[in-house]
């Protein structure tokens, strides 16, 4: 029984999900409110601002005016003139501000700078003359700011002065000094024309020094606060005094516009939010109720009667559905046990067949290579465990000269269609056995209509071979079973054996490549030589070229290839494996060659190649012991009409003995290989003889290789690269020999360094195989820092991997004309950069 978790009714759901989507769909519509108001009251609080500004200094500057002309008409009075005392002076400077109780005191100063008479009795006899207003006055009407404290005495500062010349400026100044109160009552004047929104603006005057003059706030001190938003305008015009101040108008939109609250809307919002979630409350439980009633009807063992008519089509529909499952399920339920019962039946007469019979039954999947089976011991039923290998896991445990025949057998089975094909094969010993078992195989293709694989079910049989040491027959589990040794142990076995090799088989290429190379300095340059000793010479160096041929034969034929790809030079692969046919595996038979010109590499390894003509030529030898002579014909051919390389290019080759090859197994294995690497094959027997056709695909055809004309022979910078201090001082000795000049490194980091210091080299020769950095590496990093340099990699052919194409290659172990001639050799570009 399933243990249930906190769960609530459809109703709550339906109430709580409706109320909580009322609730979101409020609130965003509360903060898009907020949003649009906010923005809407910043745009009121700048207009706001952006009209006080302007209309405080209209007033100022209007003020200004009227006080200069005041102060303008009072200078051109006959009372102010050079005649009259200071007595009279002062009784009419009184009678001014009796009339004017805005002005805070008004002076008379002569054009020395003295104060001769003020309407307040103070500052007389004061020397004005370094004050800026008295300065500006002498010119012409003029205002200035006395924020500092004057010269006349250490009074309080003043506000703004207005000056003006009395007689042009000859007998003196005559100035009024403004109230402080002038701005304040401006300022009020503005915020009162600015009705409510002007109430809460901040005001500030800016003289022309840069320092604030007047602060003008309405808020409290410690509510005061700067206002993200400001607007400016400035004091001073063309038509009367200028005082050069800057008028600032600040505030916030909270200050300003007044503050904004939208919680007068949350009444109505949580009013919304119950409304809606009651109504879906009832509503799901309305809902619930019915679908309780449909759980009730689909709990009824009578399914079969038809449901009482629900309001709600929709439920309705679900309730009909819902019983129509219920009976299907219970009919494909029955169907199932049912089938469950039969297979159980089918398999176990199957057993049954197995294990009276003495079969095994197995399945092969040609397309993927892989193997299946299900073991005899094991209880077929409740749930069978089914086995699986490889398809070359299985071919392994066969006997080496019956593993073609497994091969020829699965493809004579798939051809056949339906029809069985019986083969019997040989496996190799298990465990303590002494000898291998007799299998009889019988094999037919599984047909099933729309699979494009290509699959087989195999019965296996013991046909009486006996255990030797146990004396009986081993019971078959499986198609083939496993051997003691592991797989991944065998394949590090391989890797070894192929690593210590490939190490002494190099060793011994560099040992013969400096034979060859000092022998071929020799009969180069050994003109003076007595004629039995250059005859010495040729003989030793056609030793150690059949031993290099040697080398590399063995080399490729204990490598195990897996791959059968690859482009392989068909005409030196055939020279040196007739001299090694020659002089190690059938000196008794005579080998002609003939071989068109400027042959194309053929599509397929070489070590394939040489296998598919040792096969011959050893069908041969035991055919014909005594020995007899053989011809072997390459050549462009179109292949028959009904082979797969019809319309590719492809090269023949005919292999032609005087005997008859029919009872040798090298045909059966030439023709697997053949099916193997794509090649077509054919047969031909004429009397005695035998004619044996292959036409092997072909790749690209190479161009002719010309000598290079652009760099002559005698004037290469050569950069070599060999570990090997024999090899290394032989060929850099034959190397300057030929007119260049050679300069030697032992390994990939040497080498890296002469370059960095030297870019005028015009040839690299490396080793391929060097400790750390190895010959390819050095290649590829050199090819991109050094473009133009031209690269030539020694290494065994056929070691080198398929990226090393790229580069030129000097087939170790060479001699003195093979190191000639890779140097005439033009690569072209492509083998110049990787």
């Not at 965003?28 to 910043?42: D, G, H, N, T, Y």
């Not at 005698?714 to 201090?725: A, C, G, N, T, Y």
């Not at 490396?766 to 991109?784: E, F, K, V, W």
């Amino acid at each position: 029984m399933t243990k249930r978790r906190f769960q609530v009714s459809l109703r709550t759901f339906a109430g709580a999900s409706v109320a909580l989507a009322v609730g979101l769909g409020g609130a965003l519509v509360l903060v898009a409110s907020s949003f649009q108001e906010s923005a809407a009251r910043v745009e009121q609080t700048r207009a706001t601002l952006q009209r006080a500004a302007p209309l405080l200094a209209e007033r100022l500057d209007r003020t200004l005016r009227d006080v200069g002309r005041d102060v303008s008409l009072a200078a051109l009075s006959e009372q102010l003139g050079e005649g009259a005392s200071s007595a009279s002076l002062e009784r009419f400077l009184a009678t001014w501000q009796t009339l004017r109780p805005d002005y805070a005191d008004i002076l008379v100063a002569d054009r020395t700078g003295r104060v001769r008479a003020t309407a307040s009795g103070k500052f007389l006899d004061a020397d004005v003359s370094g004050s800026l207003w008295f300065g500006r006055g002498l010119q012409g009407m003029a205002a200035a700011d006395a924020t500092e404290s004057s010269k006349a005495g250490t009074q309080a500062p003043r506000n703004v002065i207005v000056s003006a010349p009395i007689a042009e400026g000859a007998r003196g100044v005559v100035a009024v000094q403004l109230t402080p109160r002038w701005v304040e009552e401006a300022t009020q004047g503005v915020r009162r024309s600015l009705g409510e929104p002007g109430r809460a603006v901040a005001f500030s005057v800016i003289n022309a020094s840069g320092r604030a003059i007047i602060q003008s706030d309405p808020q409290a001190p410690g509510e005061r606060a700067a206002g993200p938003l400001e607007s400016s305008a400035s004091l001073g015009g063309d038509e009367g005094p200028g005082l050069g101040w800057l008028i600032l108008a600040r505030g916030t939109p909270e200050s300003v516009a007044g503050p904004h609250s939208d919680l007068h809307l949350l009444p109505l919002l949580l009013l919304a939010l119950l409304t809606a979630g009651g109504a879906a409350w009832l509503g799901g439980g309305i809902l619930g109720r019915r679908l309780r009633r449909i759980e009730a009807w689909c709990a009824r063992e009578e399914t079969g009667q038809p449901v009482t008519s629900l309001p709600i089509r929709e439920l309705q529909g679900l309730a009909e559905s819902a019983l129509a499952s219920i009976a299907r399920g219970r009919s494909r339920e029955r169907i199932v046990q049912d089938t469950r019962s039969a297979l159980v039946r089918s398999r176990e007469r199957v057993r049954a067949f197995k294990t009276m019979a003495g079969w095994s039954c197995w399945e092969v999947d040609l397309t993927n290579g892989r193997v299946t089976w299900t073991d005899a011991v094991l209880p077929i039923m409740p749930c069978a465990t089914e086995r699986a290998t490889s398809l070359d896991e299985l071919v392994n445990r066969l006997d080496p000269d019956d593993r073609d025949l497994m091969r020829v057998a699965m493809r004579a089975a798939i051809a056949a269609g339906g029809a069985p094909q019986d083969v019997t094969l040989r496996t190799l010993p298990v465990n303590d056995e002494r000898a291998g078992r007799r299998l009889l195989l019988r094999m037919a293709r599984v047909l099933d209509d729309g699979d494009t694989r290509e699959r087989l079910h195999v019965l296996s049989r013991e046909v009486g071979v006996v255990n030797a040491v146990k004396g009986s027959v081993s019971p078959v589990v499986g198609p083939l079973a496993a051997g003691p040794v592991e797989p991944t142990l065998e394949r590090r076995k391989d890797g070894l054996l192929r690593s210590v090799t490939d190490g002494i088989v190099h060793d011994i290429n560099n040992a013969i490549a400096v034979v060859m190379t000092a022998l071929g300095m020799l009969k180069h340059y050994g003109d003076d030589l007595p004629e039995h000793s250059q005859r010495m010479v040729d003989v030793a160096l056609r030793g150690a070229r059949n031993g290099a041929a040697l080398t590399r034969r063995v080399t490729s034929l204990t490598r195990r290839e897996a791959s059968s790809f690859g482009e392989t030079d068909i005409a030196s692969v055939i020279d040196d494996l007739t001299e090694f046919l020659k002089s190690s595996v059938a000196p008794q038979i005579t080998i002609g060659l003939s071989l068109d010109d400027n042959l194309p590499p053929v599509l397929c390894s070489e070590r394939h190649f040489e296998i598919l003509i040792l096969n011959l030529v050893l069908d041969v030898k035991t055919a014909v012991p005594g020995g007899c002579g053989v011809s072997l014909i390459v050549e462009a051919a179109q292949p028959p009409a009904t082979s797969l390389l019809a319309t590719r290019p492809s090269l023949r080759l005919t292999f032609s003995a005087p005997a008859d090859l029919s009872k040798g197994r090298g045909l059966t294995s030439v023709a697997n290989l053949a099916d193997e690497i794509g090649a077509a094959f054919e047969v031909q027997a004429v009397g005695g003889s035998t004619n044996v056709l292959l036409w092997l695909p072909a790749g690209e055809r190479q161009p002719v290789v010309q000598a290079p004309d652009s760099v002559p022979a005698d004037e290469l910078k050569i950069l070599l690269v060999e570990p090997d201090m024999l090899l290394r001082s032989t060929a850099a000795n034959a190397l300057a020999e030929l007119g260049h000049e050679v300069t030697v490194a032992a390994a990939s980091e040497q080498a890296m360094e002469i370059l960095s210091a030297r870019r005028d080299f015009d040839v690299l020769i490396a080793d391929y195989a060097m400790p750390g950095m190895g010959g390819l590496h050095l290649a590829a990093t050199i090819s991109r820092t050094h473009p133009r340099l031209r690269i030539i990699l020694a290494g065994p052919r056929g070691h080198l991997p398929a990226n090393a194409q790229v580069f030129q290659q000097l087939h170790k172990p060479f001699g003195f004309a093979e190191l000639t001639l890779a140097l005439e050799t033009q690569a072209d570009r492509s083998a110049r950069a990787a």
